[in-house]
């Protein structure tokens, strides 16, 4: 994306529709013809497509699609745009960005893109012969996996390495011994589940062979361990300043409640939902397998035999609150629906990303901004305040209200002691009343 004019985007959340939809023209985040098709609601999935993508449609299921601003990562500009079914995830967001934004912005760091796949071996007769005889022939694994996918190969990526896991038997659970056989491939711009999975089932027959074992499946793995994105940010004590609390204040706060979420599964939980808030809501919009990277998450946060959280907050040399967030971030540029979807097309061209590994720097950063956000709130004034004020808009509308009548039950909502669905249906009596 070229530099946005932040300045046309001002007051965007009370903008209409439409003036929203002007403002990102003006401000040069989208196209012209891309204005025209946020306007004739042009997101939306035809139903020819979905009727292709999957087995015995019946309809199609929509959800809101916002954008985030005031992203800075690594240097560049980016409109963020989100899936996403809850009220305040966009908002939050954005006020992170922002404050990193002053702060110099996320900078990110990658691993190597490879995917893993497995085939694992059931009843290998001597297994200390069978992994000796894997790893001598491990030139000759590789070449028939990438002969299974040879236009992977013709692209410049393909099967890298092999690596052999010997699964114990388990007598208190009573599960065999299983031989796993990984191999780390390069998927290059696709997620690569297909190639995977295609290079596993074409090895499997020669594992086989090799081992004198009995291949029980060949599949990709989601736990991504080979493709790991890193966001980081320093954010300056006098940005941290909230209400009655000093910015010393909420840095330390922020870093004891990283502390607990480190130490307590059940707070690791939570923290990491709200990291997977905004994760979920870039990988839903980019037409990426969101299920995937919400598994190889929460794995990745057990790695040391303890749900953990995923992210870290620690002070840094100048006193600084510096955060850091890690995962495992097999997305793609190409392949599933992301070329066929209106709206992952869309957001290729609002999010301006030219590879997969630019598009993982940008979510792992949307998922530490989102960290930031709820981390700051919780340790100060608490999130119902900023929450409630959105939900009530939900409530409002599951209470009823229509047109000019949602705004008038918001209002009182905001209001009332008690702002619930009972609250609301209240309101909206009375004002037809
Ligand atoms: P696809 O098979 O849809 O697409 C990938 C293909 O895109 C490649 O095989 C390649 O085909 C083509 N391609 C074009 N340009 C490039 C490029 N620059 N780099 C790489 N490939 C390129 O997708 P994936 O294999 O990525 O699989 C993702 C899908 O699989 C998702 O929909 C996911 O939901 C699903 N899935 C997920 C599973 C899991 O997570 N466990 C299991 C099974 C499926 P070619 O070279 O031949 O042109």
């Not at 013809?33 to 939306?44: F, Q």
């Not at 796949?117 to 022939?137: C, R, Y």
């Not at 996918?149 to 896991?165: C, D, F, L, T, Y």
Request: proline share 3%; with cysteine.
């Amino acid at each position: 994306m070229s530099p946005v004019d932040l300045s046309k985007l001002s007051k965007f959340y009370k903008k209409t529709k439409s003036e929203k939809i002007d403002s990102l023209l003006q401000a040069g985040v989208i196209s012209k013809e891309d204005a025209t098709l946020l306007s004739e609601n042009g997101l939306e999935l035809p139903d020819e497509i979905a009727g292709n993508m999957i087995e015995n449609q019946i309809g199609r299921y929509s959800l809101p699609y916002g954008v985030a601003f005031h992203f800075l990562i690594d240097g560049k500009d980016y409109a963020v745009p989100m899936a996403m079914e809850e009220p305040s995830v966009v908002a939050a967001a954005s006020f992170a960005a922002k404050i990193i934004r002053e702060a110099g912005g996320f900078r990110t760091s990658l691993t190597d893109r490879r995917m893993i796949g497995q085939v694992a071996l059931k009843s290998v007769p001597d297994v200390q012969k069978a992994i000796q005889n894997i790893e001598q022939h491990t030139e000759e694994v590789l070449s028939r996996a990438n002969e299974a996918h040879p236009s992977i190969v013709k692209r410049g990526g393909g099967a890298r390495e092999v690596h052999v896991r010997l699964l114990e038997a388990d007598t208190i659970e009573d599960t065999p011994e299983f031989l796993v056989v990984h191999l780390h491939i390069e998927t290059l711009e696709a997620m690569g589940a297909n190639i995977v999975n295609t290079m596993m089932e074409g090895i499997a027959p020669y594992l086989e062979e090799l081992t004198g074992g009995t291949a029980l499946m060949r599949i990709l793995s989601n736990y991504a361990t080979e493709c790991l994105a890193t966001a980081e940010c320093r954010i300056p004590t006098r940005l941290l300043k909230h209400g009655s609390f000093t910015g010393e204040e909420v840095r330390d706060r922020m870093i004891e409640a990283g502390h607990f979420a480190w130490a307590d599964p059940y707070r690791a939980v939570t923290h990491n939902k709200g990291i997977m808030n905004g994760v979920d809501a870039v990988v839903l919009a980019s037409g990426n397998d969101w299920r995937a990277i919400e598994a190889g998450a929460h794995a990745y946060a057990a790695k040391s035999g303890q749900y953990r959280a995923l992210s870290r907050w620690k002070k840094g040399e100048n006193g600084e609150l510096v955060g850091t967030l890690t995962l495992p971030l097999p997305v793609g540029a190409v392949g599933g629906s992301i070329g066929i979807h209106p709206a992952a097309q869309f957001t290729k061209r609002l999010l301006g990303y030219e590879s997969a590994a630019e598009l993982e720097r940008i979510i792992v950063s949307v998922g530490l901004a989102q960290n930031f956000a709820a981390m700051r709130a919780l340790v100060t004034e608490g999130i119902q305040k900023g929450h409630m004020g959105l939900q009530a808009r939900s409530l409002a509308i599951s209470a009823g209200a229509k047109g000019a009548d949602i705004d008038k039950v918001v209002n009182q909502l905001k209001e009332a002691p008690n702002m619930n669905l009972a609250t609301a249906k209240d309101i909206l009596e009375n004002l037809e009343n």
